[in-house]
C-alpha cells in the first residue's frame, strides 16, 4: 500500500505564507488527492481536492483564492500552496489519497492518510 509523509508544516504570522509538501511512497497517477485540516476541538474537514489527471481542483470556501493545490507526479509528491494565512488556519494538516472517487474527496472515501503536519498562525 502506498503511504504518504507531510512536511512544510510550521510557525508563521498572520499574512504569511507557507507551502506544504505530501510525498508518496509510490506512483500516485490513479489517485484523486487532497489535504484535510482539523483544528483544536473541531472536526476535521476538507480542505482542498485534485483529480488524477490534475484537471480538476476544488477548494473548500474558507481557503478559496488563498490556497492552491497541485501535483508533480515525477516527484510522487502532492502540494499545498498557502497565502494570506489567517490565525483561524492554524490545524493539524492531513494528505488524503483515494482511487476511484471524484473531487471533493469524503473523508469516508480516503484509503490513505499522512501522519499530519502542523500548521501554526500568529495573530
Known amino acids: 500500500q502506498v503511504q504518504v509523509v507531510e512536511s512544510g508544516g510550521g510557525l508563521v504570522q498572520a499574512g504569511g505564507s507557507l507551502r506544504l509538501s505530501c510525498t508518496a511512497s509510490?506512483?500516485?497517477?490513479?489517485?484523486?488527492m487532497g489535504w484535510f485540516r482539523q483544528a483544536p476541538g473541531k472536526e476535521r474537514e476538507g480542505v482542498s481536492c485534485i483529480t488524477p489527471s490534475g484537471g480538476s481542483t476544488v477548494y473548500a470556501d474558507s481557503v478559496q483564492g488563498r490556497f492552491t493545490i497541485s501535483r508533480a507526479y515525477s516527484k510522487r509528491t502532492l502540494y499545498l500552496e498557502m497565502n494570506t494565512l489567517k490565525p483561524e488556519d492554524t490545524a493539524i494538516y492531513y494528505c488524503?489519497?483515494?482511487?476511484?472517487?471524484?473531487?471533493?474527496?469524503?473523508?469516508?472515501?480516503?484509503?490513505?492518510w499522512g501522519q499530519g503536519t502542523q500548521v501554526t498562525v500568529s495573530s
Open positions: 488524503a489519497m483515494a482511487w476511484g472517487v471524484r473531487c471533493p474527496l469524503g473523508e469516508s472515501s480516503v484509503e490513505t
Open positions: 509510490g506512483s500516485t497517477y490513479v489517485y484523486t
